[in-house]
């Protein structure tokens, strides 16, 4: 199946830092690109939306200025947690489509953010 | 955008027990989609399924869509320590919308 690669895997960062996380996919071309949050034994919650070359779509409740995505390319899409505090720290997950030809979502490996 | 409730949220059965996760939606859906992530991983896709009433099976595991494309099913027979981890259903819509249940966590005691 196709991959998406996800970097870093963990994270360590002071607090009042930024930290940028990649998501990239490998071997597709990835129109759109999800970023979840995950708390521990919890669901998935979606973030973001990212289509290639426009501005991502925020879900509810989740900082836009704080949590900065960018989605240049059909490969390649970051998110930046700017100014991070230790309520920050979490599991953030990329995940992304291709064409319908692709139907399912391929999902990064994730990256433990620990904030201290 | 559509919404799909997942049931039970967590389950807890003895090795070689069946178990059975539920998926529903208020609305008819277009194609089900159903992930699974293991402790500390992240979710991978199992299957989709696209027709009314369709079955498909892979090994142990048996996926159903509904007859009125409302609900949906993922049954693990004999479940090992293996199965251990948390099943997702999802559905898309056209090419950017990809709805998740909150999943149901599975543990699996020897």
């Known amino acids: 199946g196709a991959v998406v690669s996800q970097h870093p895997s963990r994270v360590i960062c002071k607090s009042g830092t930024s930290v940028k996380i990649e998501c990239r996919s490998l071997?597709?071309?990835?129109?759109?690109m999800f970023w979840y949050r995950q708390f521990p034994k919890q669901s998935l919650m979606l973030m973001a939306t990212?289509?290639?070359?426009?501005?991502?779509?925020?879900e509810q409740g989740v900082e836009k200025d704080k949590f900065l995505i960018n989605h240049a390319s059909l490969t390649l899409s970051t998110l930046t947690v700017t100014s991070a505090h230790p309520e920050d720290s979490s599991f953030y997950i990329c995940?992304?489509?291709?064409?319908?030809?692709?139907?399912?979502?391929?999902f990064g490996q994730g990256t433990r953010l620990t904030v201290v | 955008g559509q919404q799909v409730m997942q049931i039970p949220q967590y389950q807890h059965v003895q090795e070689g027990e069946d178990f059975t996760t539920y998926c529903n939606s208020s609305?008819?859906?277009?194609?089900i989609q159903w992930y699974k992530q293991r402790p500390g991983g992240h979710p991978v896709f199992l299957i989709q399924l696209v027709k009314s009433g369709e079955v498909k099976k892979q090994k142990r595991l048996t996926f159903q869509f509904g007859e009125a494309k409302k609900n949906s099913s993922l049954h693990i027979t004999a479940t090992q320590t293996t199965d251990v981890g948390t099943y997702f259903c999802?559905?898309?819509?056209?090419?950017?919308?990809?709805?998740f249940g909150k999943g149901t966590m599975l543990l699996v005691s020897p």
């Open positions: 071997d597709f071309q990835a129109t759109t």
């Open positions: 995940s992304a489509l291709g064409t319908l030809r692709i139907t399912e979502a391929f």
């Open positions: 609305t008819t859906l277009s194609n």
């Open positions: 990212s289509n290639e070359g426009s501005k991502a779509t925020y």
């Open positions: 999802a559905t898309r819509e056209g090419y950017s919308t990809l709805t």
